[in-house]
């Protein structure tokens, strides 16, 4: 089966500050403001144009973004939505500088924009962010009733891959063309994002947004362990609207589909269990309490 999926896009967050909402994202984990437009604020950490938008209104996820393989792939997303009796919001791009997208709600919830990739029209070096700047946007985290159905999607409708699941298939990883161990994670639960993520250079740099956030007298959430699935270290905290933000170094890449198996973690030591943080620390009730609901 071929990719529709290339990677991770963008999030759109609908904020009632998104000025604040901007400048505390760049000064904890040091994305840097692209361009205001209107009450809009996009920010990035890349060259792309854009991984982060904040757009004015009552707090909601407006949609998590994912950037497809080509214009015929976005297509193909719509009419295999279509066919499946799906929910679609939009066949034109919520933001600036791609060309095409469609926007739809999975089951379960989410809101996903498919679209064609974002440009790359800014460069990768950049003075500006308080924080020690990315790499990418990585992944997002979101919660549905139906796990099965939702997951399905991923694979029916995106082409999506299978990375990993727990036993119980509450939890399940899915990854995208560039071979990341997931770009969409799910668990049970209220419809909600959970989290948003980011891939770093180094420990180091979770070790500044541990700093940057004392500064503002603030915490982390969780943090750092290393998860089981994905194998990637982590921290988390909560941005500004409750909606808990991933910083991560070592997502585990798969290279090569043919031969990679996904992964059954047996989850009968609950929570406290290795296999969500392979260091042992259960997660926090600041972690557990974290999301941001989708816009209905
Ligand atoms: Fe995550």
Redesign the pocket.
Known sequence: MSYLIRQMGHVVISSPDPEAAAQHLSDVVGLRITERDGDSVYLSSNNRHHEVTYVKGEAAVLACGLEAVSAEAVDEVMARAKSDGLTILSDAPMGKHYDRAVRIVAPGGSIFEIHTPIARTEPHRYIGGGGPRPKRIE?M?SFSGDTAAFGEFCEKVLSMQLSDRTSDDGLRWYRAQDGFHHTI?MGTGPEMLH?Y?FDHHSMEDLVRIADNLTIKDEAMVWGPGR?GAGSNI?TYYADPHGCIV?N?VEMAHIDNDAVYHPRAWDISEGLAGRWLNQWGTPPTPGFLAGGLKFAS
Do not use: D
């Open positions: 992944h985290n994670a989290h993520a998860h982590f991933e991560s």
